[in-house]
């Protein structure tokens, strides 16, 4: 028997980076959970470049595509069992594919203090940290060490890597990146940032020499989405990312104007298109006073 090999992808494996054996802390930086955010693959591959010129205290486990079956096929579910790995953590091992991937994974980061999973909200979203900030006040520090200007508070969706970390003890929150769906499309400066963004905050945890100073962060509740109402044409004025007022315009639906329900940040709002009923036309997060 012979075996003919087609393709150097394998899709039923990752590949672990590691950095650095010193005593200091245990970081771990996962990409591609989900395979078409490719935003965050590519950040993941930037910063693999980086430290390799760096000298790393602690120790750094990076993974770049955690999910390599969705990645080669460029979809966010496991094309082994349709499910999506992001709501299958802890996982199984003799669970499904993506159950066993994701109990792989689980495994593979438990020795971590600190992890950063790095995601993709899609070509009409915006950067931002993604963090229960609520239920575990000490992120908000690392929020502001990471220094991406929008932090939002999570609605906890079990299964996830970061939500299931944080319940056994690890410090653990998501970078959420424009682009990935559709089609893995990759917003360069975005990834670019992001990855500076990272170094900054492994320069604070002590993983990598040099100081930081805490950035000018602002914490946003929980994203609410507002839908259209029933099928119409929607044409956005404002943009992704962008602070708002409450009766601010955003836009218009059928004609009507579309306003800020509350003072906050645009998340995603999406291009000019036919929304049917119940789609999103934007997602807004409200500013949160203290
Ligand atoms: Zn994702």
């Given at each position: 028997m012979r075996?003919?090999h087609?393709e150097q992808?394998s899709?039923?494996?990752?590949?672990?980076?590691e950095f650095?054996?010193?005593?200091?802390?245990a970081?771990a930086i996962?990409?591609?959970?989900?395979?078409?955010?490719?935003t965050?693959i590519h950040?993941?591959f930037?910063l693999r470049k980086?430290?390799?010129e760096?000298?790393v205290?602690g120790?750094?486990?990076?993974i770049?595509?955690c999910?390599p079956a969705a990645?080669?096929?460029?979809?966010?579910?496991?094309?082994f069992?349709?499910?999506d790995m992001?709501r299958?953590?802890?996982g199984?091992?003799?669970g499904?594919?993506?159950?066993?991937?994701a109990n792989?994974l689980?495994?593979?980061t438990?020795?971590?203090?600190?992890?950063?999973?790095?995601?993709?909200?899609g070509v009409?979203?915006?950067?931002?940290?993604?963090a229960q900030?609520e239920?575990y006040?000490d992120?908000r520090e690392l929020?502001?060490a990471?220094?991406?200007?929008?932090v939002?508070?999570?609605?906890?969706?079990?299964?996830?890597?970061?939500?299931e970390?944080?319940?056994?003890g690890?410090k653990?929150?998501?970078i959420e990146?424009?682009?990935?769906?559709?089609?893995?499309?990759?917003?360069?400066e975005?990834?670019?940032q992001?990855?500076?963004?990272?170094?900054?905050y492994?320069?604070?945890?002590?993983v990598l020499q040099?100081?930081?100073?805490?950035?000018?962060v602002t914490?946003y509740?929980?994203?609410v989405?507002?839908a259209?109402?029933?099928?119409?044409l929607?044409?956005p004025?404002?943009t992704?990312?962008?602070?708002?007022?409450?009766?601010?315009?955003?836009?218009s639906?059928?004609g009507?104007?579309?306003?800020a329900?509350?003072?906050?940040v645009i998340?995603?709002?999406?291009?000019?298109?036919y929304?049917?009923?119940?789609e999103?036309?934007?997602a807004?997060a409200p500013?949160?006073t203290?």
């Amino acid at each position: 028997m012979r075996e003919v090999h087609f393709e150097q992808t394998s899709v039923t494996s990752f590949s672990v980076y590691e950095f650095g054996t010193g005593d200091g802390p245990a970081v771990a930086i996962t990409a591609g959970v989900h395979g078409d955010e490719q935003t965050a693959i590519h950040t993941a591959f930037l910063l693999r470049k980086a430290l390799g010129e760096q000298t790393v205290l602690g120790r750094i486990k990076l993974i770049p595509i955690c999910n390599p079956a969705a990645y080669r096929n460029r979809s966010r579910r496991s094309p082994f069992d349709g499910l999506d790995m992001n709501r299958s953590f802890p996982g199984s091992a003799q669970g499904s594919p993506t159950m066993q991937l994701a109990n792989a994974l689980w495994q593979e980061t438990r020795d971590a203090q600190y992890i950063v999973d790095l995601h993709c909200c899609g070509v009409e979203g915006s950067t931002y940290t993604l963090a229960q900030y609520e239920e575990y006040p000490d992120l908000r520090e690392l929020a502001e060490a990471i220094g991406i200007p929008v932090v939002i508070q999570s609605g906890g969706t079990s299964g996830q890597l970061f939500t299931e970390s944080c319940k056994v003890g690890q410090k653990a929150l998501i970078i959420e990146l424009p682009g990935g769906q559709p089609g893995g499309m990759i917003d360069v400066e975005a990834a670019e940032q992001c990855c500076e963004a990272l170094i900054g905050y492994l320069r604070y945890l002590g993983v990598l020499q040099g100081k930081t100073q805490p950035q000018e962060v602002t914490f946003y509740g929980k994203i609410v989405t507002m839908a259209a109402p029933h099928p119409g044409l929607f044409l956005p004025e404002a943009t992704p990312g962008m602070r708002c007022k409450a009766g601010e315009y955003l836009g218009s639906f059928e004609g009507t104007p579309v306003t800020a329900p509350f003072d906050g940040v645009i998340s995603t709002i999406s291009k000019v298109r036919y929304c049917f009923a119940g789609e999103r036309m934007a997602a807004v997060a409200p500013h949160k006073t203290e």
